[in-house]
Nanobody, 123 residues
Framework: EVQLVESGGGLVQTGGSLRLSCEVS????????IGWFRQAPGKEREGVSC????????YYADSVQGRFTIAIDNDKNTVYMQMDSLKPEDTAVYHC????????????????WGQGTQVTVSS
């Protein structure tokens, strides 16, 4: 059984930082991409970032480019996302998911995902 456990969320002020972690069990990365998506009330699900476990290639949504950094530790089956210069619009529940991909039309797809961790950015 695949399990993903996110941690590191919390309440921060605008401009603050958080580091999210996602521990994955029951799944071998084996070249797959792992990523983060977020869901805020009344908003569409957004694919935030992903990283290839094969070569470390990364993707960032325009909304977080330059502020978020994703990293992977293949030995620990763990993915991290450093979030800096946080804004109120970053407030959401952040989930990690694996495999993580976009189809030919740019639609987000993923296999298993975790319960998520709440990130709240106050203005």
């Amino acid at each position: 059984e695949v399990q993903l456990v996110e941690s590191g969320g919390g309440l921060v002020q605008t401009g603050g930082s958080l580091r999210l972690s996602c521990e994955v069990s029951g799944f071998t990365f084996d070249g797959h991409s792992i990523g983060w998506f977020r869901q805020a009330p009344g908003k569409e699900r957004e694919g935030v970032s992903c990283i290839s476990s094969r070569d470390g290639t990364t993707y960032y949504a325009d909304s977080v480019q330059g502020r978020f950094t994703i990293a992977i530790d293949n030995d620990k089956n763990t993915v991290y996302m450093q979030m800096d210069s946080l804004k109120p619009e970053d407030t959401a529940v952040y989930h990690c998911a694996v495999p993580f991909f976009f189809d030919d039309y740019g639609n987000l797809g993923f296999g298993s995902w975790g319960q998520g961790t709440q990130v709240t950015v106050s203005s």
